[in-house]
């Protein structure tokens, strides 16, 4: 069965500094995918960042950037220069195989929070 | 990215009536949806799996003949909860993949309150 652990219920950033939301996955898939949602206190899920299991290159977008560590099974996201819009919910996740199951599992989310 | 909507995006509906919940894809079509619930201060829970022009496949322990779903068309699903009840409130959210692509997209949501 395929989890995802986050292990940090809330963080806390300075504007304009640089942070890191863990990520931990276990699977027995041999190819999987790694998602970084956002989801403001509207309730909207945004879609960040994907990583593939197969790709030689962290995954960038932006401001956003996935540290992938396979051996480890770690798929922390950094978001650099934080702004005060970053601040809410985050929401690492996991397909499994292509060919089999496309559903998502979601970790419980950590709750970001950037000072001004 | 790629286009979700949900109508309607809040309801309030007295406990044993029944809700739909509209799910489209506007700029794409999407063989398959997905339907989550999510609790306050919870994560998403996916509830089934809905394919375009056949059953949807629920997720073990979701009633399927309490969430019926429906893929009519390549851009929309739809949801209907069935003789609400209080427990039933929750935030509901679909989300479409793009064909040939990874991501899912998300919709909006719908917050259920069943009073």
């Known amino acids: 069965a395929q989890k995802i652990t986050q292990t940090q219920p809330g963080m806390f950033v300075q504007e304009k500094e640089a942070v890191t939301l863990d990520c931990t996955y276990d699977?027995?898939?041999?190819?999987?995918?790694l998602f970084w949602y956002k989801q403001p206190s509207s309730g909207e899920m945004i879609f960040l960042i994907y990583q593939g299991s197969y790709d030689q290159q962290n995954a960038t977008e932006g401001r956003y950037s996935l540290n992938f560590q396979k051996a480890r099974k770690s798929a922390n996201l950094v978001i650099s220069a934080s702004q005060l819009g970053d601040s809410a919910m985050y929401f690492c996740a996991m397909r499994g195989a292509k060919g089999g199951s496309e559903k998502l599992v979601f970790g419980k989310g950590t709750k970001l929070t950037v000072n001004p | 990215g790629a286009v979700v909507s949900q109508h309607p995006s809040r309801v309030i509906c007295k406990s044993g009536t029944s809700v739909k919940i509209e799910c489209r894809s506007l700029?794409?079509?999407?063989?398959?949806m997905f339907w989550y619930r999510q609790f306050p201060k919870q994560s998403l829970m996916l509830m089934a799996t809905s394919n375009e022009g056949s059953k949807a496949t629920y997720e073990q322990g979701v009633e399927k003949d309490k969430f019926l779903i429906n893929h009519a068309s390549l851009t929309l699903s739809t949801l209907t909860v069935t003789s609400a009840h209080p427990e039933d409130s929750s935030f509901y959210i679909c989300s479409a993949r793009l064909p040939a692509r990874e991501t899912q997209y998300f919709g909006p949501g719908t917050r259920l309150l069943v009073l």
């Open positions: 700029d794409f079509q999407a063989t398959t």
């Open positions: 699977t027995s898939d041999p190819s999987y995918g």
